[in-house]
C-alpha cells in the first residue's frame, strides 16, 4: 500500500527533497545509481537500474511537513501550492504537531538542524508515535547510535546524506548500509531506493563514512559553486558579459562531471587531453598549482568532514 511521509523539519534540506520526490511521483525515469554494496556488483562509476520506481507500494502518496515557526509554514505552503501542478499536495504544520504528524505517517524523514534531533524524538508522545516507523535522518554528524538512544527498540534508523540539487532530480544521496541493531528488511530497502533514485544517484555506504561524505556530498555544492563562481570571474575579467561567463563556466563543469561519470576517465587523464604542450591550459594549470589549489580545496573537504563529526554533540 502506498504510504504517507513526514517530513521533520522542512526547511532548505527538507523542501530539496520533497521537491525532488514529488515532481518524480510525476515524472518516472530511470534511475541513475552509483555502486550498492548491498546489491553487488557494479560498473566502476555506477551502473544504470531502470525504473526502481516499478513497486508503486515503496512509495509515498501522501505527504506531511512541520516547521518550527508560523512565518516558515506559510512560506513552505506557498512552496508546494506552486509545485501543486506537478503531484499531490502536502500538509504543512508547525512543531507542535510532530508527534501527531510522525503518529500519523509510515515513514519519517528527519531534516531538523542536527541540535534539534534530541528535543524532537524525545518530546513526550514521540516514542510511541514512532513505534514501528522507518526513520531516516539526513542529518550531518547524528550517528545511528545517538539516534537509537532517543527512538524506541521497533523503529528502524537509516542515516542519508542527500544535497541541494536533489531539488533538481541531480542530487548524490548516501545512505546508510546499515542499522546493526536493527538490518533494514527488502521493504524498507524498497521504500529508500524508491524515495532516493528519483532524486539523484543514490549510493548504499558504510556509517563511518559519513563525515566525509557530509563533506564532498552535503557541503560540495557550496565549494564547487565557488570555483564556477570563481571561473566566471575571470572570464568577466577577460571582458565576457557576466551571464554567458556563468553560463560558459557552469556547462564546462557539468560536461567535464559527466565524463567521469559516463566514461570513468581519470580527472588527470581528462585535465591532459585538454593540455596542449606549449599551448595555454598548461599555463593556466601552473597558475593553479602555484596556489596551491588542489591542496586548498583537499583541506576544504578535510576540515568541513572533521567539522561534521562534532554536528550531533553540540547542544
Ligand atoms: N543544507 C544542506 O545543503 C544540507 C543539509 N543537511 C542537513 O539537513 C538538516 C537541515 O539543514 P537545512 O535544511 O540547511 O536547515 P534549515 O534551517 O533550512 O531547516 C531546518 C528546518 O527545521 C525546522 N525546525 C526547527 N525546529 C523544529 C522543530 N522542533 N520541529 C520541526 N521543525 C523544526 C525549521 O523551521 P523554522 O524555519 O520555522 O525555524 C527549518 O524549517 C541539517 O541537519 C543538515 O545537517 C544535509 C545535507 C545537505
Ligand atoms: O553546513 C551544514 O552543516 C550542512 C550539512 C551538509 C551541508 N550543509
Known sequence: MPYQLCVIGCGTMGIAVLSGVIEGLSHPRAAINGNDDESGPSTPMGSLILDSNSNPASLPDRFVATVNRAESARKLRKVFLELGGVGPSVQVRQATENVNSV???????????PQMAAQVLLAPGMSEALEGKLLISILAGTTISMM???VPESCTVVRSMPNTPSK??????????????NPKTPVQRD??????T??????????????????VCGSGPAFVCVVLEAMADGGVMMGLPRSEALELAAQTMQGAARMVLQTGIHPAALKDSVTTPGGCTIAGLLALEDASTRSAIARCVQKTALHAAGLGKEK
Open 103 to 113: 503518529a500519523e505517517s509510515d515513514v519519517v524523514l528527519l531534516c531538523c538542524k
Open 198 to 215: 528519483p532524486i539523484g544517484r543514490c549510493r548504499f555506504m558504510d556509517e563511518k563514512h559519513f563525515d566525509a561524505v557530509t563533506a
Open 148 to 150: 537509537r538512544e532517543w
Open 191 to 196: 521504500i529508500l531506493m524508491a524515495l532516493f
Open 168 to 181: 533538481i532530480r541531480e542530487g548524490m544521496i548516501v545512505v546508510s548500509s546499515l542499522d546493526p541493531s
